[in-house]
C-alpha cells in the first residue's frame, strides 16, 4: 500500500512540476494536461538525476530544491519537446 502512495504522490509531484514549467514557458503544445504530467515526471527524474550528479540536490523528498529541481527538468523536456514536434 505504502508503494501506491509513493508513486500517486510522484505522480502529483509531476502534475504540479509540469503545470509550474507550463506557466513559465506558455505556448500551444500539443497533448493537453496528460502529456504535461508525464513530462513532469519524467523531468523530475532527469532534474533529481542532474541535481545528485552536480551535488546540487535530489528529488527525494518534497521540499522547495527538491521541487526546482523537478521544474528544470520539466523545461528542458517541454523545450525538446516543442523542437522535436516543431
Known sequence: ??????????IV??????FVAKLLMPGKD?????VTVV??????MIGGFVGQTLGIGDVSGFDLTSFGL??????????GY????S
Do not use: C, D, H, Q
Not at 509531484?13 to 509540469?18: I, R, S, V, Y
Not at 500539443?30 to 496528460?34: I, Q
Not at 523537478?70 to 523545450?79: E, P, R, S, W
Not at 516543442?82 to 514536434?85: A, L, P
Open 30 to 34: 500539443p497533448g493537453g494536461f496528460v
Open 39 to 44: 513530462l513532469g515526471i519524467v523531468g523530475a
Open 13 to 18: 509531484f509531476g502534475a504540479l512540476a509540469g
Open 1 to 10: 500500500m505504502e508503494e501506491r502512495l509513493g508513486i500517486l504522490s510522484w
Open 82 to 85: 516543442r523542437i522535436v514536434k
Open 70 to 79: 523537478a521544474v528544470l527538468g520539466t523545461l528542458v523536456l517541454l523545450v
